[in-house]
């Protein structure tokens, strides 16, 4: 099998490490403007025009890891209408355009696999997929993103501010080009997306799932806290209820005996639970070239040997809904204003601060009070707690 890959970064140099060791896969072009440092035995592969790969009738399959949604979408619809399996790592490009990219790809009768695209190294898409085949899944769960769990337990367990843990975390290469998707939790909405779909076969998009990140965590919280001997994670959760799946994004407060509480550094943690296996969970690096390129070369293997996991599901797509239960919240914030009071059961101040535990409320409303003070500058920070 001929491959290509379009963009040669982090990803992209991580799956060409792999590819080393697999047999029946040749890497013939490389779309990029210039070659990479240390790689100077593709220089020859580089090309910048996408017309090279896509009208080159040799190459079977196309690996996507520029990144963004365009000119990356454009390029895989090229890549797929020219009959060319696709795998990409892409998990904007997935989340934002899911429904088109899954046509294209069945329009043509090629596949589109992006099981890198959630949980970096962790088979985790690849395993969800599998078990549907089979089962059905209730819910699903997890620790997606490597960035925030790393800020999250630096300040837990080193004490370090949240401003150096984000810097420590660049620096580490884990962050996004734009590390506000990481705390504000939009990295972690895309991956609920993807996980979604595949886990319910639901149309759900990104604007229909309430999402709120750790942007505006404290210090001052990670004490409340550790005197409750509670942990903060930033999870996705999503689940198949009667009406429809209904997802959500937020800080969770988590005892010390959960898996989850477990987690450290940049690592993640996703859950499935499937109406005959039970509970299953997948642990490991979340991000990183080795083990995202690695699972980008496992997609590939998987079509080189005709595996049709990915093939679409039928036409019965699940709806989304609303979330109607309800949950208490932890809420810190800085003013016992009209907005927050009325949520309140109880709470005490420190030094001017409001440390609360709401009523039972919904996600929603707990969402909407919090973006509603982040809008208008005042930093409001909250996070689910544990049910009693
Ligand atoms: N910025 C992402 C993270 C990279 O921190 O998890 C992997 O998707």
Redesign the pocket.
């Known amino acids: 099998m001929k491959i290509a890959i379009m963009g040669f970064g982090t990803v992209g140099s991580g799956a060409y490490e792999s590819l080393k060791n697999v047999s029946d896969v040749e890497l013939v072009r490389i779309l990029a403007r210039h070659g990479r440092p240390g790689y100077e035995e593709l220089d020859e592969m580089i090309t910048p025009n996408i017309e090279d790969i896509v009208n080159d009738g040799t190459i079977d399959l196309v690996v996507e890891t520029i990144g963004g949604i365009e000119p990356a979408a454009s390029y895989v619809l090229a890549c797929l209408n020219a009959g060319k399996h696709v795998v990409t790592a892409n998990?904007n490009l997935i989340s934002a355009r899911f429904d088109e990219l899954m046509a294209a790809a069945a329009a043509n009768g090629v596949q589109l696999r992006f099981t890198s695209a959630v949980g970096?190294g962790i088979p985790w898409l690849h395993n969800l997929l599998r078990t549907r085949r089979c089962d059905e899944i209730i819910s699903i769960k997890g620790i997606?993103?490597?960035?925030?769990n790393y800020i999250l337990d630096s300040m837990a367990d080193k004490g370090v501010s949240f401003d150096e843990c984000l810097k420590i975390?660049q620096d580490l290469g884990?962050?996004?080009a734009d590390p506000s998707s990481?705390i504000e939790g939009t990295?972690t909405l895309r991956?609920t997306v993807i996980s979604s779909r595949l886990a319910f076969d639901t149309t759900i998009t990104e604007g229909d799932i309430p999402c709120y990140g750790i942007d505006t965590i404290d210090s001052c919280d990670i004490t409340w806290m550790k005197e409750k001997d509670l942990t903060c994670k930033l999870m996705m959760t999503a689940r198949n209820t009667m009406k429809g799946v209904t997802a959500c994004v937020e800080p969770v407060l988590l005892r010390s005996d959960s898996l989850e509480s477990a987690v450290k550094t940049?690592n993640?943690l996703i859950t499935l639970t499937a109406k005959n296996l039970g509970t299953q969970s997948f642990y490991g690096q979340?991000?990183g070239s080795l083990p995202?390129g690695e699972s980008v070369v496992h997609d590939v293997m998987d079509i080189r040997d005709g595996d049709k996991t990915y093939a679409a599901f039928g036409d019965t797509a699940v709806k989304c809904c609303k979330d109607t239960e309800l949950h208490r919240y932890y809420i810190r914030h800085d003013r016992m204003c009209e907005h927050i009071s009325p949520l309140i059961d109880e709470h005490e101040e420190r030094e001017g601060i409001f440390y609360c535990i709401s009523k039972p409320i919904t996600t929603a409303e707990m969402h909407e009070i919090g973006h509603h003070r982040k809008e208008r500058g005042r930093k409001l920070f909250f996070a689910r707690l544990p049910e009693e």
């Open positions: 998990k970096g997606v993103n490597g960035t925030c975390a884990y962050a996004e990481d990295d991956k940049n993640n979340g991000a995202t």
